[in-house]
């Protein structure tokens, strides 16, 4: 797929958001990202070489884009998010929706929502989870975010579900997670996290275990909404997305590698 064809929806976004009139965009958040590598629960999200099999490489730069709208101080909003991908064939594209509340209780952030994964051009990755973190933060101690995800689809990253032609089911697959952030100097933040994924019976039957990914890293804040962020991120287990791989690449493609990855950000 050719570079402008993967960015194409991304830029389009951004561009319709900007155009929105100042008394509604107070309401509404954009942000806009370029990162040498995208992963996401520690495995790479671009790894199919021009044949459409498994490849490695720490450079793999995408761009994303994403907006939220929140309705004033009732809790609620609503949002999306895109990213240029290459994990399945025919597919350049992941366009996330969600929405959700969002509260507090006592010194306690609470958000639950619902999130659905959509790749257009291929439908195997299709997937819906709902949510719910809980957040605490101290001057002193930092933040802390604990979140978890559920599958409440069939279909599970092209791991099982009637889009994907297993027949299995991705029900039930859990992430759970756990961030911190604290800042350190002036401008400058720590991040670190940790999530495990655990992965329905039907998938595990398959050979595919739950495991383990990390990040660790820190950001720059150059103030205006731009921020650089350099993290070390990776997982514990060495195998591809099934709709990934082909004759012979078992084992020949690590795309939970540890990767150093930097990402630009700018917020609007």
């Not at 976004?13 to 155009?19: F, G, N, V």
């Not at 498994?54 to 998010?81: E, H, M, T």
Request: net charge positive; with cysteine.
């Amino acid at each position: 797929m050719r570079l402008s064809q993967r960015f194409t929806l991304p830029l389009t976004l951004l561009a319709a958001c900007l155009a929105v009139p100042p008394a509604a965009r107070a309401q509404l958040t954009v942000n806009l990202t370029l990162t040498t590598n995208y992963k996401f629960r520690g495995q790479d999200q671009d790894m199919l070489d021009a044949g459409g099999f498994a490849r490695a490489g720490a450079f793999k730069p995408a761009i994303q884009g994403g907006l939220d709208y929140a309705f004033g101080d009732s809790g609620w909003y609503v949002g999306n998010w895109n990213s240029s991908v290459h994990w399945q064939r025919g597919n350049s594209l992941e366009s996330d929706i969600y929405g959700g509340w969002r509260t507090k209780a006592g010194p306690i952030d609470l958000d639950l929502g619902a999130m659905a994964y959509l790749y257009p051009g291929n439908r195997a990755g299709n997937t819906r989870e709902v949510y719910a973190s809980a957040g605490y933060s101290d001057e002193t101690l930092g933040q802390f975010t604990l979140k978890y995800a559920r599958a409440v689809s069939r279909d599970y990253f092209g791991y099982a579900g009637a889009s994907s032609g297993s027949g299995l089911s991705g029900l039930g697959t859990g992430y759970a997670s756990l961030a911190y952030s604290r800042e350190l100097l002036t401008h400058l933040t720590l991040k670190a996290g940790v999530g495990y994924t655990r992965m329905s019976g039907d998938i595990r039957a398959l050979g595919l275990p739950s495991y383990v990914d990390y990040q660790l890293g820190a950001a720059w804040d150059f103030g205006e909404g731009l921020s650089l962020t350099g993290a070390v991120q990776g997982a514990t287990r060495g195998t591809a997305y099934a709709a990934a791989t082909g004759p012979g690449d078992a084992g020949r493609y690590p795309p939970n590698r540890r990767r150093f990855i930097a990402t630009l950000t700018r917020s609007f």
